[in-house]
Every structure is written in structure tokens, then in C-alpha cells.
């Protein structure tokens, strides 16, 4: 088992930042990729990021991908999102997901799943 705690969550102004954390712990995860989603009240989960172990590649939602940054430390075993220029559409309960090699936009592709930190952008 893999056990996923994410922090960073907040409320936040129109055009403010933030930097999402989750930090892996149990079974080790060498080798998976890691992702961000996120799901809004009455939504389906969606995917936000990915990235392979490596951390050489990574995979963006269209509407993230200026402004959203995926990063991880696999000696830290966590996994990071730098939110830039956050708006109102972004405010949802943010997941990171793992437990896959190679990285999917389908969040039932993946096995572990933390509790999640919610993400309020105010305008």
C-alpha cells in the first residue's frame, strides 16, 4: 500500500499562487508516475498533471498548462503543483494520484489516491 498526504491548499485571490504538495509514504512507489486532479463540487475528477518518475516528462490539462508547474523529489518521495495566476475555475478539492508507470489523464487508471486539500480562489 501507498499512502498520499497532500498540503497547500488555501484560499486565494484572482491571480494568486499557491504550491500543492504530496508526500508519499508505505510501500515504496519507485518507478510510478504521479498525478495531480482535481474534482468541484456536483464534477467528475479531472486531470490537472502528470509526471513520470524520471520527472524528464510531463503532461498538462490544456487549461493548466501555462500557468501550472509538476515537479517531484523521489528522495522526499513527494510530488509538488506551483499554481500561478490561479481564477475562480480553478477552486475544486485537488488529489494526487499514483500506483501506474506510465502517466494517464484517466484518473480510474490509478491505485492510490489521497484525501485531498481544497483549493478556494476568491474574485
Known amino acids: 500500500q501507498v499512502q498520499l498526504v497532500e498540503s497547500g491548499g488555501g484560499l486565494v485571490q484572482v491571480g494568486g499562487s499557491l504550491r500543492l504538495s504530496c508526500a508519499a509514504s508505505?510501500?515504496?512507489?519507485?518507478?510510478?508516475?504521479m498525478a495531480w486532479f482535481r474534482q468541484a463540487p456536483g464534477k467528475e475528477r479531472e486531470f490537472v498533471a502528470a509526471i513520470r518518475w524520471s520527472g524528464g516528462s510531463t503532461y498538462y490539462a490544456d487549461d493548466v498548462k501555462a500557468r501550472f508547474t509538476i515537479s517531484r523529489d523521489n528522495a522526499k518521495s513527494t510530488v509538488y503543483l506551483q499554481m500561478n495566476s490561479l481564477q475562480p475555475e480553478d477552486t475544486a478539492v485537488y488529489h494526487c494520484g499514483t500506483g501506474i508507470w506510465g502517466p494517464s489523464s484517466r484518473a480510474r487508471d490509478y491505485e492510490y489516491w489521497g484525501q485531498g486539500t481544497q483549493v478556494t480562489v476568491s474574485s
Open positions: 508505505g510501500r515504496t512507489f519507485s518507478g510510478y508516475s
